[in-house]
């Protein structure tokens, strides 16, 4: 089964930004697109982004187009989420996960990682 495992969290003040790294093992068939979610202390998981397996198409939540930008190094095995411009309602865990597509829906994915906390301060 593909192992996931997300680093770049922190703490960062307002304004700032981070860039998270989500690193995974071998994809199962067609089970390769990365989504990234987002759950805020209190609430639900959401998606933020998501990547196709080549990266030619890519998603984003209204929420954050225009700040965060992901990207995938296949030479590496590893997706990218760079986060621009963090507000504190950016504060929370993030996940990368697998699934068939790219959707920010998250009951479209199957394997998850552990995440990483990102937390910003105002």
């Known amino acids: 089964q593909v192992q996931l495992v997300e680093s770049g969290g922190g703490l960062v003040q307002a304004g700032g930004s981070l860039r998270l790294s989500c690193e995974h093992s071998?994809?199962?068939?067609?089970?390769?697109?990365i989504g990234w979610f987002h759950q805020a202390p209190g609430k639900e998981r959401e998606g933020v982004s998501c990547i196709s397996r080549g990266g030619s198409y890519i998603n984003y939540a209204d929420s954050v187009k225009g700040r965060f930008i992901a990207s995938r190094d296949s030479a590496k095995n590893t997706v990218y989420l760079q986060m621009n411009n963090l507000t504190p309602a950016d504060t929370g865990d993030y996940y990368c996960a697998t699934g068939p597509y790219c959707s920010l829906n998250s009951g479209h994915y199957r394997t998850w990682g552990q995440g990483t906390r990102v937390t910003v301060s105002s």
């Open positions: 071998r994809f199962s068939p067609g089970n390769d697109a």
